[in-house]
Structure formats: C-alpha cells, structure tokens
C-alpha cells in the first residue's frame, strides 16, 4: 500500500498556502467597502484550518523519499483537492453559486482552461474578480511552487514532481532542482509583471490589468469583463497575443537564457514549429475572412491573430464575433486547439513536441513502406528518437483522441447537443476555455449545461492539465499494490 502520510502533509501546507492567498483579495473588497471580505475570510479560515489539521495529523512523515507512486498519487490529489477549497468563496459569497458550479470555476481556474458557468463578471466584487485571477496564476505554474516549497526537504526524489508535470530538464540547465524551481517562478513572475505594466500603459483599469496579466502568462484567461479582452480593442489585442505566446513557450528555457544560455530559446524547435504553425492558421484564415466578409483589412488580421493565438496556447480570452466567423474559420480553430501550445508550459492540450514526434514517426513508417530495407530512424532536433519514446507518445496521441470521442459521446447522452458537447469537451481535454454551440448561444457560458455535463468537463479539465495517464495510472489496480 501506498503511505498517505507524506501526501497528507504536502496537502495541508498547500491548502495552508491556499488559505493565504484567500486574504489578497479580502483586503480588496474590505477597501472597497464591500461585505464580499467576510466570504473570503470565512474560506480562509475553512481551508487553512483543514491545512493545519493535516499538517498536525502527518507531522511524523518522512518526505525526503517521496517514491514514484506517491508522487503520482500527490499530483491527482494535487489538482482534484484544491478545487474543493478554491471554490468556497464562490459559493459562501457573490455569485453564490451551488457546489458543481463553484467546483467547475475553480478547476477552471487552476487547471488554466478559462470555461466559466458565470454571467455578469463586470458586476462581481473586484476581489471576486481578483480571485479568479489569482486562480489561473497559481494553477499556471503550480508545480514551481511545490517545487519551491517542498523539494528542499525531498532531496532526490524530489524530482519526481518534474516528471509527472512533463517538465524537460534539458541537460539539467541549472544544477539543483531547487534552484530550477526558484528560476521558473523567477520567469514567471517577471512574464506576469511585465504583462500588467504593459496592459496599464494600454489604458486597462488597475484590476483589469492584474487579473488579465495573470491570466495571460498563466495562459488561464480569466478576465474580469463578460467581454473580455474585446473591452480593449486595439493594441492590447496585440500586447495579449504577444504575451500569450510568451506564456506558452517552454519555461526551462527561460531559465537556461537566466544562465547564460542565451541561443535557448533562439533555436528551439518546439518554439520556432509553435510560431510557424501559428502563422499559417493567421493567415489562412485571414484570408478567409477578408473573401467572405466586408470589415477593414487591420481589424480582421487583429482579431484573427489574438484569436487563434488565444486557442493555440490554451488561454480562452476572444474580441470580436469569433462565434460568427463561419465553419472554416472553426475547423482551423478545432485543429489548433488539439496541437496546443509548448511541452513545459501551462499550455494543455498535445503540445507541440508531441505533434512534431508523432509527425516524424509518421513520416518514418511511410519512408520504410516505399522502401523496406531503409533505415529511417525518427530524430528530433537533430537527436534519434527511442523506440520507447516513440511508442508512450503515440499511446498518448491515441488515448487523447480516443477519450476525445468517447467523452463526446457521453456529453450527448446527458442532454448536450452534438456540437456543444464536441466544443466543450475539445476546451477542457485541452485546457481551452473557449465555448462553441447552441448552448452557449444566449450567455457564452457553460451555465445552461446539465450538472452531469459540469462534472464530465471538470473531469476532463483534470485530465487534461494532468496529461491523462497519471489520472488512468493511479486508476489501474496494479498502482495500489506493492
């Protein structure tokens, strides 16, 4: 059996961290005057009280040998137990919402995907908004933050959390873990920091600019407009695609630039393939747009670029009428949506790096059918691929897509028509946010979805976030024993 007692332990300082945070946006509705303050601070007290406990109840665990098992496990709890406390102020205050809807907001939130169930954002409390930013932020690199937090007292195994997070070392950039934590929340609160300032140069309101800057790195894209991004049309539509793909790119890769490494992030395949990828869904359908409808040259290629990039990095803000731009502009979309943004990144969905492998092995099976007795090894970047690498990333692939259909089709059985169940099940595996069909017609939301199709989504966001075969490998029977 696995000993719970050091992912007790873990929990409870995290919800302890959790609790912590709930006071941010406390003092911001106390300052504005608003009785919003009390909800929070009656959550904080919930979950850091709940923290505590653990902590105390666990305080004789050995964490310097967390094993591969319990690190599995530690991620699942991770990502499935934080919603439960991330949505109290949710529920205990404005917008009051049943416990399916808070738990779906706040996985939403800290799994990055950016689906909402609530209509009229502009009228929340600031530190309601300030909330559901502060969600995407800590869920857009949660696993720096374990790792600060944790890996000095777990040594070696320590790593272990790098692993099921599908970080990339690299040649290990930096040499002790910890210091790799330490310089990927480095980059990332640089990212977010420089995002807000430019966000408040381009005239958005104090709060606008914090929620949306974290929203953006985290690639979370929780705003606090019903609109938007499409409340600032213009230049912040370009800052966002810009800082959009920064969030998206490789983090690891930050860091080996921090050190000296300075060609890192110049030369790396998944970055140059992201962009390049990204340019020819722009322009397509660009030029798609501007056959088939009469709206200015500059606003059609603005709208598209922020867009797409929107859906490509997994962030869910729009502008625009995207819903509206007709069934070539949506397949393009589709399709970028299931490539996703850089492997080591709060991007969801295949990633780049797993779409160019699979390319590759693809590329290398046909060279071996027009002529068998050719050695045609996959290589990435240069480097030969391992037949065992190969064969784990086309089990992914395959699973993804496979769970894609068959978590479709069980959408449509609890009431969801075809289309919407598609869309919503396309922007929770990937960790999307956007929405697309009859359902979402009159609110743009998931609000009017059944509560069995909120808890199928909130699986599938976990899923997603996770990578699925941590979730289906603690499922298997054979994890649970010795």
């Not at 930050?254 to 992201?274: E, I, S």
């Not at 492997?343 to 590329?363: E, H, I």
């Not at 089990?395 to 978590?407: A, E, K, P, Q």
Request: proline share 4%; glycine share 12%; net charge neutral.
């Amino acid at each position: 059996m696995v000993d719970a007692r050091p992912i007790a332990n873990v929990i409870g300082a995290l919800l302890i961290f959790l609790a912590t945070m709930m006071l941010a946006p406390a003092v911001v509705d106390y300052l504005a005057g608003l009785p919003n303050y009390r909800d929070f601070l009656e959550s904080a007290l919930i979950t850091g009280g709940v923290g505590l406990a653990m902590k105390i109840a666990t305080a004789n665990a050995d964490l310097s040998r967390l094993n591969t098992r319990q690190a599995y496990l530690l991620t699942v709890m991770v990502w499935a137990g934080l919603p439960l406390f991330a949505c109290l102020p949710f529920m205990l205050g404005a917008p009051g919402l049943g416990f399916t809807d808070g738990y779906f907001e706040a996985a939403s939130g800290l799994t990055t995907t950016g689906s909402t169930v609530i209509v009229g954002l502009d009228a929340l409390p600031p530190g309601m908004n300030l909330w559901r930013g502060m969600l995407n932020w800590i869920g857009g690199l949660g696993i720096a933050f374990v790792a600060m937090i944790f890996l000095p007292v777990m040594r070696v195994g320590g790593m272990q959390f790098f692993r099921t997070e599908g970080f990339d070392t690299l040649g290990k950039a930096l040499p002790r873990a910890t210091d790799i934590a330490w310089a990927l929340l480095g980059v990332y609160a640089g990212l977010t920091a420089l995002c807000i300032l430019v966000y408040l140069g381009l005239g958005m309101t104090a709060l606008d600019a914090v929620v949306n800057g974290a929203a953006t790195i985290a690639t979370g894209g929780f705003s606090p407009s019903d609109a938007s991004l499409g409340k600032y049309p213009g230049a912040a539509e370009y800052a966002g695609a810009a800082f959009m793909l920064l969030g998206s790119f490789p983090y690891i890769l930050y860091a080996r630039m921090a050190v000296g490494q300075r060609g890192a992030m110049v030369w790396d395949a998944q970055v140059w393939a992201l962009l390049r990828w990204t340019a020819y869904a722009v322009a397509s359908v660009t030029l798609w747009r501007l056959l088939t409808s009469d709206m200015a040259a500059e606003q059609v290629f603005r709208e598209t670029l922020f867009n797409l990039v929107s859906i490509i990095t997994g962030t869910g803000f729009f502008s625009g009428t995207f819903a509206a731009w007709g069934g070539y502009s949506m397949a393009v979309a589709l399709i970028v949506g299931l490539i996703g943004g850089c492997s080591g990144s709060s991007s969801g969905a295949l990633s780049v790096f797993r779409v160019q492998v699979a390319w590759a092995a693809v590329q290398s099976q046909i060279a071996r059918i027009h002529s068998p007795e050719r050695i045609a090894p996959v290589r990435y970047a240069g480097r030969r691929v391992e037949d065992e690498v190969i064969n784990a990333l086309m089990l992914y692939v395959t699973g993804y897509i496979l769970l894609l259909g068959v978590l479709t089709v069980a959408m449509s059985l609890v009431g969801v028509d075809m289309i919407s169940a598609l869309f919503g099940i396309w922007t929770s595996i990937g960790n999307i946010g956007y929405g697309y069909g009859p359902m979402l017609g009159d609110t743009g939301t998931f609000r009017d979805f059944p509560d069995a199709a909120k808890w199928l989504m909130t699986l599938t966001m976990l899923l997603g976030r996770l990578g699925l075969l941590a979730v289906l490998v603690v499922a298997l029977p054979s994890f649970w024993r010795a």
